[in-house]
Nanobody
Framework: QVQLVESGGGLVQPGESLSLFCAASGSIDSISTMGWYRQAAGKQRELVGQINSGDSPNYGDSVKGRFTISRDNAKNTVYLRMSSLKLEDTAVYYC???????????????WGRGTQVIVSS
């Protein structure tokens, strides 16, 4: 069983910063890709950014230059540092990881339950 748990969401004002965290736990052998997605009310879920082990991260166009993804492989954790937040960044942010469980030879995608970020003046 693999679980992803996000934390760090909250209410901030435009222009402020906020950091999100997501930790994976359970019977984990390896994690390849770690990433963040978001879904605003009434909209489809969209990629915020993702990072493969040993590679540079890539980002969605709407957050480039403002958001930074990093990972700690020893802790099975991915971070999202959000700066210069805008009203349109308001959404539920979901963590996603491609995990190979201990009892499997394949990677499968796992989602966290999401954490709410509200940007409001």
């Amino acid at each position: 069983q693999v679980q992803l748990v996000e934390s760090g969401g909250g209410l901030v004002q435009p222009g402020e910063s906020l950091s999100l965290f997501c930790a994976a736990s359970g019977s984990i052998d390896s994690i390849s890709t770690m990433g963040w997605y978001r879904q605003a009310a009434g909209k489809q879920r969209e990629l915020v950014g993702q990072i493969n082990s040993g590679d540079s991260p890539n980002y969605g166009d709407s957050v480039k230059g403002r958001f930074t993804i990093s990972r700690d492989n020893a802790k099975n954790t991915v971070y999202l540092r959000m700066s210069s937040l805008k009203l349109e960044d308001t959404a539920v942010y979901y963590c996603w990881m491609a995990v190979r469980p201990l009892d499997s030879r394949n990677y499968s995608g796992y989602w966290g339950r999401g954490t709410q970020v509200i940007v409001s003046s």
